[in-house]
């Protein structure tokens, strides 16, 4: 086993804790077989389908708020495991907003959550020149509902894989 | 006084009330009025020659909708006239006008010599029978019908009012389509009324904000053509953009001119925080405007120059403050309970426009610069960024509705709060600026 | 641990890893497809977007059917993007007669991206010419005589009616009521009352304005501003022989028959004339602007043509001045369109009149 799987592997075991966190019951659901892995899929740790879907790419903030919590923490620390696994990757950190605020304001508040991102990426050893970042604001919302189940959602730094030359 | 006390003795004594008594005028003061609409009307334009008579109609139909559009007038319907006005030069009837309760009356003729159009009027004080101001006559092509219609109106709405019209105006704005999470936005511009929409950008990248030149032949607006966040000068009547330059790796928005046009004052994001900044146009040079951990932007100009008022966090939550054009200190002018942003100063000098949100709700808003007689003029799941029509009397803003079909449109409200009423666009629309009046 | 077990743990974990988010990513995908966005190129989104784009081309909501020709473009418009070819500007055709309520449907036409920029140009400029006056209106004789058709002054004019709310107009709605809709309705308004304050679920931001009370009669011996404040002003001389006179002679008689007006006179006449008060069109200069108008009334109250005149103003400039004083002529004018009733025994007290007109408690601010 060379290093590389082995940090995968580790990175992994860190989502399984943090997705447990959110999502106990996950684990029952858990019944399925391995699979041969499809390169590119998300089953291939070294894809940024993986790194979307596994890693997690994208983590959420409070109303009004850049601080990371403890579960935006470990998503991080496994996007970092992962981006330093994977060198060939640069990224680009979106910032976002929800709708409960001006658009010149959010757009301010969403450049906060994206380096907040990227500064925490930074601190576990990704090097800075590989991370851009950009602030949409509230103009790209996922979801478009008017409640909090919606905003929580849009309160966000998505860190988008860019400059792919994986193999 | 002698004399007048002797009288009232003996008027008082006798008791009885000679009317030849010598006194002086009765005094009365009043302080109780009313606030109605003026009715006015307006029949239609006489023209001179039967070629001409394509336009009368349209041109007093817009004549009258730009009046009762502000709320300060009310059109007394053509069905109701006793007379009919079938010469400009004829002597005006103006019992007939009383009777219908007319208090303004506005007389005009067409003519229509080759390709150019000529329109003339006269504004009436029914109750005096006297004319307000001197007749006046526009001239020009006949593709500026729309045009002189609005100029008519702008000199009936001064001239009753006493305050510079804004018919003649312009607005751009974001023209938005699609739903919420692949709205798509263009630049536009469209007169004040919602006429002659055009377009000045296409919709491959997220554009937001623009705002008009002093002399509104240019403006800036935010693109995300490179990708992210960036100002851009639009010559309008030329559509020819330029992006203005700032440091690779930031985002800048949030630009507005400062009234003599030859510099802006936007916001620079550098890592997570945003300062104000203050570009030269000419060499594009920028100097940095404040420096605080807290996020700064909404910036706008006293239209003297000399402050400016913007939006920080500075307190922990976004609030006004004022601080002098080069930078320096700045003052805190919003005090109340919620969060204040988009600090617009008024064409007057008097105000300043802002978004307030509050419990929930959002709401377009009036104070003193010194941040005192805070007024609320709507409220709703969303308005934001006020923009003051050119007489500072009137401010347009964005008005999204909730929910997962909400929608953009662009709204106007008299600075009273009365007269709330949408404006029209072809879809949505959003981040108007109102530009001068044209010359 | 030797170093066969870690690996095996390690490969065991990596194991449940996988069955974990390949089963839970299977069942519950999170929505990862919309943020391809903002990785698309803009010739694709623009692709993509094209069709429902389309209609906005054929759109120019002037409102009016008119020969409101586009204006020329001079110069062709800066392609924005190179590689879309660019269909001609397209001139909006004729707006619609009315403001309709519908958008105007565009077939949505694929080959059309959308319309690039065009010229904003203004329209043209107009020349201005100022005309020279017309000629006085010979007055008819049905301008001087009483029963005239002349409507009476709006009796809804009640100063301390409902107030006429801002118009509020269904959200999202496809806009078009007609605009005399919005006009405010008959009942007059003594304060405004904006959106924000009319909101059921908000709690009050402000207090509105208090209401301002109706006028009410005073009592015949409180001083006014009328020539009955002798009592208060007394001359510098030997005056006190007289008002003692004088107070006396009040307190004896309550009589209304008295020669200067009673308050519950003065009142009547200022209520009369305040229906007529509209300050609704002033600017907000000229409602700083108190201004002192003189006028006589002939003996069956109707205003002595050409008497109406301002004394005074103070507050505003020369040009709010004006405006102020437009309003008070309008509301005396139309008020006393069919004369005043003011008691017939009291002429000489009320031939010459001089109101004050003082915006201050209507001001918006």
């Known amino acids: 086993m060379n290093v590389l799987s082995k940090i995968a592997a580790l990175g992994a075991l860190a989502l399984v804790t943090a997705c447990s966190n959110n999502d106990p019951s996950a684990l029952g659901g858990a019944g399925g077989g391995s699979g041969s892995i499809v390169p590119g899929s998300p089953n291939d740790p070294r894809s940024p389908a993986y790194f979307q879907q596994a890693v997690g790419d994208r983590v959420l903030f409070a109303v009004d708020q850049s601080t990371l919590s403890s579960e935006a923490q470990s998503i991080l620390q496994g996007q970092a495991d992962w981006l330093l696994a994977n060198t060939d990757y640069t990224a680009t950190i979106e910032g976002h907003a929800d709708e409960q605020g001006t658009r010149e304001y959010n757009l301010a508040l969403g450049a906060r959550r994206a380096n907040a991102a990227r500064e925490f990426l930074i601190s576990r050893g990704v090097a800075g020149n590989r991370l851009q970042t950009v602030s949409y604001g509230k103009e790209r919302p996922i979801e478009i509902c008017s409640t909090e189940e919606c905003y929580s959602k849009n309160r966000r730094a998505v860190t988008v894989l860019t400059g792919s030359t994986a193999g | 006084m002698m004399r007048l006390l002797t009288s009232l003795l003996v008027g008082l004594t ?63 319907a053509p069905e109701a006239f006793i007379s009919r006005v079938n010469s400009f030069e004829a002597p005006i009837q103006f019992a007939d006008w009383k009777a219908i309760n007319a208090d303004a009356l506005v007389t005009g003729a067409v003519n229509l010599s080759g390709n150019t159009l000529t329109v003339r009027f006269r504004v009436w004080d029914v109750f005096s029978g006297q004319e307000l101001g001197n007749g006046l006559q526009f001239s020009g092509p006949t593709d500026g019908w729309r045009r002189m219609a609005h100029k008519v109106a702008d000199q009936v709405y001064s001239r009753i009012t006493g305050e510079g019209g804004y018919f003649d105006s312009r607005v751009a704005f974001v023209s938005e389509s699609g739903p919420k999470d692949q709205r798509r936005k263009r630049l536009a511009i469209m007169d004040y009324d919602g006429a002659n929409v055009q377009y000045l950008t296409d919709s491959a990248a997220i554009v937001l904000a623009p705002r008009f030149s002093p002399a509104g032949d240019r403006l800036l607006y935010t693109s995300y053509e490179s990708g992210r966040p960036r100002i851009y000068l639009l010559d309008v009547g030329r559509v020819k953009k330029q992006e203005l330059k700032t440091q690779d790796g930031t ?46 932007t909404a910036p706008s100009y006293a239209p003297d120059g000399s402050r400016i008022v913007f939006e920080s966090d500075r307190s922990g939550t976004p609030q006004l403050y004022v601080m002098p054009a080069n930078g320096g200190e700045a003052t805190r002018i919003s005090f109340g309970q919620g969060r204040y942003g988009t600090p617009v100063w008024s064409p007057r000098g008097d105000l300043i426009a802002f978004t307030k949100q509050n419990k ?80 | 641990m030797d170093t066969g077990t870690k690996i095996s743990a390690i490969a065991h974990v990596t194991l449940i890893g996988w069955a974990l988010f390949g089963g839970a990513f299977r069942s519950d995908p999170l929505p990862m497809a919309v943020q391809e966005v903002s990785v698309i190129s803009a010739e694709e989104f623009a692709a993509l977007t094209a069709q429902r784009d389309a209609p906005a081309v054929a759109v120019a909501p002037g409102g009016l059917e008119a020969p409101d020709a586009q204006p020329p473009a001079p110069e062709p418009p800066e392609p924005v993007e190179e590689e879309q070819p660019r269909p001609e500007p397209v001139s909006p055709p004729e707006p619609d007669p009315e403001p309709q309520p519908e958008p105007v449907e565009a077939p949505p036409e694929p080959e059309i991206i959308e319309q690039p920029p065009v010229l904003a140009e ?210 005396i004018l139309r008020c006393g369109a069919k004369g005043y009733d003011l008691p017939a025994d009291k002429y000489a007290h009320w031939k010459d009149i001089e109101i004050t007109f003082n915006p201050e408690r209507m001001r918006i601010k």
């Not at chain 2, 009234?259 to 100097?287: C, E």
């Not at chain 2, 008005?399 to 029209?424: C, F, H, K």
């Not at chain 3, 015949?220 to 002003?233: F, G, H, I, K, L």
């Open chain 2, 14 to 76: 006798l008791l009885s009330a000679p009317a030849s008594a010598q006194t002086g005028p009765l005094r009365l003061e009043l302080d109780q009025g009313i606030i109605e609409p003026m009715p006015f009307a307006v029949p239609n334009f006489v023209p001179d020659t039967p070629a001409a008579a394509q336009y009368p109609t349209d041109i007093s139909r817009v004549i009258a909708a730009d009046l009762t559009g502000t709320g300060l007038f009310r059109e007394i």
């Open chain 3, 122 to 331: 203004p329209e043209p400029e107009p020349e201005v010419t100022v005309l020279p006056a017309l000629p006085e209106a010979q007055p008819r004789p049905a301008d001087k005589v009483a029963p005239e058709p002349i409507a009476p002054p709006p009796p809804d004019a009640k100063p301390d009616d409902v107030e006429s709310p801002a118009v509020s107009l269904d959200e999202g709605a496809e806009i078009q009521q007609e605009q005399q809709d919005q006009t405010a309705p008959e009942e007059a308004t003594d304060q405004i009352v904006t959106e924000a304050e009319q909101s059921d679920d908000l709690s009050p931001q402000r207090s509105p304005r208090p209401r301002p009370r109706p006028s009410r009669p005073q009592p015949a011996a409180q001083p006014d501003v009328a020539e009955a404040d002798a009592p208060t002003n007394p001359a510098p001389q030997d005056q006190a022989a007289i008002n003692d006179a004088l107070a006396e002679a009040l307190g004896a008689s309550d009589e209304p028959a008295g020669p200067p007006l009673t308050g519950g006179e003065k009142d009547a006449m200022r209520l009369a004339v305040s229906r007529c008060w509209n300050v609704g069109s002033l600017s907000t200069d000229a409602l700083q602007t108190v201004v002192v108008v003189g006028f006589s009334l002939n003996r069956d109250g109707t205003i002595v043509p050409g008497s109406l005149r301002m004394l005074d103003s103070s507050g505003g400039s020369a040009g709010a001045a004006k405006q102020a004083f437009d309003a008070a002529r309008r509301a």
């Open chain 2, 360 to 439: 929930g709700r959002f709401h377009i808003g009036v104070m003193r610069v010194d941040g005192s007689e805070e007024r609320l003029l709507t409220a709703s799941f969303l308005d934001e960024g006020p923009t003051w029509s050119p007489n500072g009397r009137v401010i347009m803003f964005t008005r999204e509705t909730q929910g997962a079909s909400g929608r953009s449109s662009l709204y106007s409200v008299d600075i009273s709060g009365r007269n709330l009423r949408p404006v029209r666009t072809p879809d949505g629309g959003s981040d108007p600026s109102w530009g001068p009046l044209l010359k």
């Open chain 2, 251 to 296: 985002m800048s928005f949030s630009p507005r001119f400062s009234p003599d046009g030859r510099s802006i004052v936007y916001s620079l994001t550098q890592g997570g925080n945003t300062d104000l900044w203050k570009m030269d146009l000419a060499s594009g040079q920028s100097v940095r405007l404040t420096n605080t951990p807290a996020i700064e």
